[in-house]
């Protein structure tokens, strides 16, 4: 199944519905950044952080993009 059609056919239920399956998949995708942290030395060192803090793990993916490039880039645009 495609994302599109998934995305319309979600969109379609009801509200209730909805944020039981938004629970669910969060539930899931919270499971699965535990179970990379157990295998990931580098977030493992992070148990010392606040429960709400660890929750966060996983969340923000970072770009390819260079941090640099994409900063000259934002000031480019500003002062241009």
Request: net charge negative; proline share 5%.
């Given at each position: 199944?495609?994302?599109?059609?998934?995305?319309?056919?979600?969109?379609?239920?009801?509200?209730?519905?909805?944020w039981?399956?938004?629970?669910?998949?969060?539930?899931?995708?919270?499971?699965?950044?535990?179970s990379?942290?157990?295998?990931?030395?580098?977030?493992?060192?992070?148990?010392?952080?606040?429960?709400?803090?660890?929750?966060?793990?996983?969340?923000?993916?970072?770009?390819?993009?260079?941090?640099?490039?994409?900063?000259?880039?934002?000031?480019?645009?500003?002062y241009?």
């Amino acid at each position: 199944m495609r994302l599109e059609k998934l995305q319309q056919q979600v969109l379609e239920l009801p509200i209730s519905d909805r944020w039981q399956l938004v629970q669910s998949v969060l539930a899931s995708i919270q499971q699965e950044t535990l179970s990379l942290s157990v295998s990931n030395p580098t977030i493992n060192s992070l148990t010392n952080l606040a429960p709400w803090t660890q929750n966060l793990i996983g969340v923000i993916q970072l770009g390819t993009e260079d941090p640099t490039e994409t900063y000259v880039d934002f000031l480019e645009e500003k002062y241009n």
